[in-house]
């Protein structure tokens, strides 16, 4: 029986996987393993190329949703981290949660976690300016011509009350709350906050 138990497993996400899915979508194991199987049927090496990821894509998310082709094939651009046509389970459901599901504070939380790349518990300019460029992407947005480089910058003297050329965490959530363009700009998949 303890092989039957460990094969399932090698089959299966890994524990340490489902951990960091389920902290970084809100998603409940349960949830995660159907998607996690619906996958493997659609691209059984574990890899989805652009077609496929659009595909995939558009089969979970709202047919009410408009131009989710386009929003498709931007989200893959910008979690194709290494340009070679194609993302794994994990970026696929990290990209869809973000566009498409989960509550607005928590998308705000794994926004934040999504600019704060070293993890330092803040966001510093050049952290912004990168996921800017890959936000910009997602959205075709072009900031009315305004580099992100721009736009970091009027965020940035907007939200950090410190003036430390640095935002917390709690700079950044309550910044976005209280200024609708900016978590606009920052947070682009979510039109209702409390």
Same mark, same amino acid.
């Given at each position: 029986?303890?092989?039957?138990?460990?094969?399932?497993?090698?089959?299966?996400?890994?524990?340490?996987?489902?951990?960091?899915?389920?902290?970084?979508?809100?998603?409940?194991?349960?949830?995660?393993?159907?998607?996690?199987?619906?996958?493997?049927?659609?691209?059984?090496?574990?890899? !989805?190329? /652009?077609?496929?990821? %659009?595909?995939?894509? *558009?089969?979970?998310?709202? @047919?009410?949703?408009?131009?989710?082709?386009? +929003?498709?094939?931007?989200?893959?651009?910008?979690?194709?981290?290494?340009?070679?046509?194609?993302?794994?389970?994990?970026?696929?459901?990290?990209?869809?949660?973000?566009?498409?599901?989960?509550?607005?504070?928590?998308?705000?939380?794994?926004?934040?976690?999504?600019?704060?790349?070293?993890?330092?518990?803040?966001?510093?300019?050049?952290?912004?300016?990168?996921? !800017?460029? /890959?936000?910009?992407? %997602?959205?075709?947005? *072009?900031?009315?011509?305004? @580099?992100?480089?721009?736009?970091?910058?009027? +965020?940035?003297?907007?939200?950090?009350?410190?003036?430390?050329?640095?935002?917390?965490?709690?700079?950044?959530?309550?910044?976005?709350?209280?200024?609708?363009?900016?978590?606009?700009?920052?947070?682009?998949?979510?039109?209702?906050?409390?």
């Amino acid at each position: 029986m303890g092989n039957q138990q460990h094969h399932q497993l090698e089959e299966d996400l890994s524990l340490n996987d489902y951990r960091y899915l389920m902290k970084q979508t809100h998603l409940t194991p349960h949830v995660i393993q159907g998607w996690y199987r619906e996958f493997l049927t659609v691209c059984p090496n574990g890899q !989805l190329s /652009k077609h496929q990821f %659009i595909k995939f894509y *558009k089969d979970l998310e709202n @047919s009410a949703t408009k131009n989710v082709e386009s +929003i498709a094939e931007n989200v893959f651009q910008a979690f194709d981290h290494n340009g070679n046509q194609s993302i794994d389970f994990k970026e696929f459901l990290i990209s869809y949660a973000l566009t498409s599901i989960g509550e607005p504070l928590d998308k705000l939380r794994y926004t934040f976690s999504l600019f704060d790349t070293d993890n330092s518990q803040t966001i510093e300019p050049t952290e912004m300016i990168e996921l !800017l460029r /890959k936000l910009f992407t %997602i959205t075709r947005n *072009k900031m009315y011509h305004s @580099s992100p480089e721009c736009v970091a910058y009027d +965020i940035f003297r907007a939200l950090d009350l410190d003036q430390n050329q640095s935002l917390s965490k709690d700079e950044f959530i309550n910044g976005c709350l209280q200024n609708s363009a900016i978590r606009h700009v920052l947070s682009p998949f979510e039109s209702s906050y409390p």
